[in-house]
DNA sequence: GTCCCCTGCAA
DNA sequence: TATTGCAGGGGAC
């Protein structure tokens, strides 16, 4: 017969909690009662059950209070250290495979209950385990298509699997427990009960007169105080016999049969079991004995990751060493310090991380430095904890002197996670850092840049190791504080484990490096010397005109303010222009216009394609886009530049992230410079704010059609190079070939279309998407692409031989050896094999464009810092790099620098730069 | 407050 | 059913 088990979650938390001695793991983080939980799981999971469920009690009331508002007053709030282990039991508990139950409105008992009766009148064996001994009014015998229900705890190891086991611990039959505990009370949940009876009372008068109502009517005839006491309640008793019965009749949207267990998540488990130091479970996990039912699959795959490809790699089994908990120490005095200095020079290379006082690298303001030169073995020194009660801590000048040598030796190799962001907070408070050396979030990313790169997915994918997350000790949302505001206690075990994980993180990741050749050249020679030039241009920032972008802020809301009206004239009602839902509402149903285009999700979408659409049967969609046009500007960046500018600076200073695009790719954020406008009049208008100090002039240098010269390089397209050698017009020479003219011949109207069949060709375009962006039939835009590719037999072999290897190895590289992987390509379904296809053709020529601009600009800053300062490198966006230069170097420097852009690769086909000089970045191009 | 959706800017 | 990103406002929870 099919057994389910039914665990009674709350309850064994609890007397885990109270029975257990207050354990805590390594990190001081309280663990008794999970390790009570996870022992009684491993223990139901040993018996093998056909089903189980993981009840616990849902916040929000329940039926019980609104029958009695008193219901649990009693109970005293949870406490903190059993709090802060319900997450984490969750995480184990889903881990082992249970499905976790959880209903608003409904207590856990009542879920239980339910779910057992039900279960039992399938034909399916229950075992109740809980250490509530109010579940003993549910235990019944097996009958003929019944199942039985049984009571274990597996805390004492008990079992109630029959009428007389349930007589023997209670002296009354399961159908009696209800009326005794009505009898009884409990104080705990708050029920009255008759005063002074207790167990033994309630089972004699059971006994006697046979149920609660038998009692009740034979109140008179109990002699004594107690006979007092049972007449006095008589009135409440009925009320405490309800909210004594467990429910058996709710609603769930699951069945019995819904509760099938899942394999175990094994790589799950190794981590949290490592986290909190269950030793046992771990060992239990490696060797297989106990549960073996699980190896069968794979851990679940992470969700999210557009591309996110194992291949070579991937997490091995972690090294233990590597997985243990550190041990780490508070740095408050000098000889303590002089002790570490002398550790770390001693051992030659260490790794370091910075702890501040914001996210923003360039306002941060440093509060300590966390060091490890060996793994497991790490140091925080405190310099600016500053809350009431805070320990006295180093001076912090006094500290950086003692630190600069060591820091600004280059002999002297630093360990990074993240570093560029370190390297500007030392800046910041006067070290220059030399000898940074290594990156752990950039050896990751260049391993496989599909994969997260934080410390804490590192940690957990490369160590099986759980780090501190920076809420436990910062909180989370609006109630985060400042790290200078943490206790220094908290701070030293986050920030050492900071160091320390950093530290085996690189001696995780450089062997893999060292294993591909080719990876370790991108890795030393491209990303590495990168991080001190991205951290120089940030720096530098760039000066923007507040004053003007104000300007353009208050002529936008006028016209803003004139389309708002206009729109509501044509609606005939007011409605909020900047809602796509009220959008969709007035344009569909009450206008009755055709919506053509759907959102992903299915919805109407209101957006430029589909107001375009049906521009010419109504005035409003065009108005609507005049308003839509205004709003970005003004929203994204005419108001936003102005509040970005740094006080102490006056420039605005971006953020570019290395490991941010798969493609190898920068990204830019806090503000986003790399998405300024620039294909509208209005558009343009913003970049003549950023400007030129008095005396500079901006210059901008970009690539000429950077990803359509590595296009023909990589294809060899005898065609392609060609047109390129000849230094053709490209789209001009694509749409002569394509549309049978000499190249004088060509109508704008032909350039056009030759340009995005260029351009969409290098994104994996079908004929779809060429028809839909030309806005010409499938059969005319397949008919291009067919010519195109008769005209340039090398770029389909090129594309061609391009999915064949990412289907083949899983991923595809630049000219640099640069991967990406595409885990799709392989198992995805249909849709998404195809997305990988196209990422497939694609990456290689944007990440190819990366790499050169990535050496240019590594060049380029080494050309720079033998210059006096008279040019900065402040802004690069995909294919261009801007300077701003003293007006007297603008010639010098157009001598040189792209030269040097062009010299950054070795293709084919020449690499073309264009420069433009300014006065701002308008100007500019 | 936080998260998701829709929208739109760049190369 | 065109690649890579970041970010705004609305609105549900």
Redesign the pocket.
């Known amino acids: 017969m099919p057994r389910l088990v039914l665990i009674d979650g709350s309850s064994y938390l609890f007397r885990a909690f109270h029975a257990l001695p207050p354990l805590t793991n390594a990190q001081g983080e309280p663990t008794g009662a999970l390790f009570g939980v996870v022992n009684m799981l491993r223990a139901t999971l040993k018996e093998r059950p056909d089903y189980a469920a993981f009840v616990l009690d849902a916040s929000g009331p329940t039926f019980r209070e609104a029958l009695y508002p008193e219901y649990k007053a009693n109970r005293p709030p949870m406490p903190d250290e059993l709090r802060a282990q319900v997450e984490p039991m969750c995480r184990i508990v889903e881990a082992l495979g249970f499905p976790i139950l959880r209903e608003e409105g409904v207590e856990a008992d009542d879920v239980i209950g339910t779910l057992a009766l039900r279960a039992a009148a399938e034909g399916i064996d229950v075992t109740i385990s809980t250490s509530d001994k109010d579940f003993a009014q549910l235990v019944r015998e097996a009958a003929p298509g019944q199942g039985l229900v049984e009571l274990v705890n597996t805390m004492t190891g008990s079992r109630m699997d029959s009428v007389e086991a349930v007589v023997a611990k209670f002296g009354v039959r399961p159908d009696q427990i209800v009326d005794m505990l009505a009898l009884m009370g409990d104080s705990v949940d708050n029920i009255p009960g008759v005063p002074k009876c207790g167990p033994k009372t309630a089972a004699k008068w059971l006994a006697q007169f046979g149920t609660l109502d038998g009692v009740v009517a034979a109140a008179d005839t109990v002699k004594g105080k107690i006979g007092e006491n049972l007449r006095d309640a008589l009135g409440h008793l009925p009320l405490s016999r309800e909210l004594a019965t467990i429910r058996t009749d709710v609603a769930l949207p699951v069945g019995p049969r819904d509760l099938g267990l899942r394999e175990r998540d094994v790589e799950a488990l190794r981590e949290l079991y490592t986290r909190y130091g269950f030793n046992q479970a771990l060992r239990e996990l490696d060797g297989g004995s106990a549960v073996d039912a699980a190896e069968k699959e794979p851990a679940r795959a992470r969700g999210g990751a ?1 591309y996110a490809a194992p291949a070579g790699g991937d997490a091995p089994a972690p090294d233990p060493a590597l997985s243990a908990p550190g041990e780490y120490e508070t740095i408050l005095d000098v000889p303590r310090l002089e002790t570490w200095i002398a550790e770390l020079r001693r051992a030659g290379r260490f790794a370091l991380d910075t702890e501040t006082d914001s996210l923003d690298p360039m306002r941060a303001r440093l509060v300590g430095i966390s060091f490890a030169a060996q793994p497991r073995r790490a140091a925080y020194l405190p310099l600016g904890h500053d809350y009431p009660g805070a320990p006295s801590q180093l001076d912090r000048d006094t500290a950086l002197e003692m630190l600069r040598p060591l820091l600004e030796d280059p002999q002297v190799a630093k360990i990074g996670q993240h570093g560029k962001y370190d390297l500007h907070v030392f800046r910041r408070h006067g070290i220059a850092v030399r000898g940074y050396a290594d990156d752990t979030l950039l050896e990751s990313f260049v391993l496989n840049s599909s994969q997260r790169h934080d410390m804490d997915s590192l940690a957990r994918r490369l160590l099986g190791y759980e780090t501190l997350p920076y809420e436990a000790v910062a909180g ?3 109630r985060q504080i400042p790290f200078n505001a943490v206790a220094v206690d908290d701070a030293t075990r986050y920030a050492a484990e900071d160091a320390d994980i950093t530290l085996r993180l690189h001696h995780a990741l450089s062997p893999r490096l060292a294993e591909a050749p080719g990876l370790q050249k991108v890795y030393r020679e491209i990303e590495m010397p990168l991080v001190e030039v991205l951290a120089r241009i940030e720096a530098n920032g760039v000066m923007v005109d507040a004053d003007e972008l104000r300007r353009q802020t208050a002529d936008l809301s006028r016209r803003m303010l004139a389309a708002q009206n206009k729109a509501t004239e044509l609606a005939g009602r007011s409605f ?1 222009l ?5 959008l ?1 509402a007035l344009l569909f149903d009450e206008l009755g216009l055709p919506a053509l285009v759907k ?3 299915g ?1 109407p ?4 394609e ?1 107001l375009e659409a049906i521009a010419d049967q109504h005035e409003l969609p065009r108005v609507i ?1 005049e308003y ?2 205004l709003a ?1 500007l003004r ?2 960046y005419t108001e ?1 530049l102005p509040e970005m500018v740094n006080p102490d600076t006056g420039r605005v200073h971006t953020s570019y ?1 290395q490991a ?4 190898g ?1 920068l ?6 410079l ?7 009049v209005d ?1 343009r208008r913003i970049r003549k704010a950023f400007v030129a100090p008095e005396g500079r002039r901006l210059v901008a240098c970009d690539y000429s059609q950077i990803e359509l010269r590595i296009m023909a390089h990589l294809s060899q397209d005898e065609g392609l190079l060609g047109a390129f050698a000849a230094g053709a017009d490209i789209h001009r020479a694509t749409a002569a070939e394509v549309f049978g003219r000499r190249l004088e011949e060509v109508t704008p109207e032909e350039r056009r279309a030759a340009k ?1 069949i260029n ?2 060709l290098m ?4 004929a ?3 028809a ?2 030309l806005g010409i039939g499938r059969g005319e835009a397949q008919d291009y692409i067919a010519t195109y590719f008769s005209r340039y037999p090398g770029v389909r072999d090129f594309m061609e031989r391009t999915r064949q290897q990412a289907r083949e190895q899983g991923y595809v590289e630049t000219v640099f050896g640069r991967r990406l992987y595409l885990e799709f390509i392989q198992r995805g379904n249909q ?1 998404q094999r ?2 990988a296809e ?2 497939a053709i ?1 990456a290689p020529m ?1 990440g190819t464009a990366a790499d050169i601009i990535k050496r240019a600009m590594v060049d380029i800053d080494a050309w720079l810092a033998g210059q006096g300062g008279r040019a900065l490198m402040i802004l690069q ?4 790099l801007v300077f701003e230069v003293d007006a007297g170097f603008v010639e010098t420097l157009l001598a040189e620098v792209p030269a040097r852009m062009s010299a950054a690769a070795e293709l084919r086909v020449p690499l073309v730069v264009e420069s433009g000089v300014g006065m701002n970045w308008d100007e500019a191009h």
């Open positions: 557009r989370k949302g609006a909020n900047d809602s796509p839902k009220q969709q959102t992903p999700k919805q979408s209101t957006n430029e589909a886009l839509r046009g970005k929203s994204t936003k992230h941010g695009a798969a493609t790719r990204a830019s954020s806090d503000p986003n790399q998405n300024i406008p620039i294909r509208t558009g995005a351009f969409g994104y994996g375009m079908g779809f998407g060429l839909r962006n849709a195809a997305g196209r990422a694609n944007q966006v995909h294919d261009e």
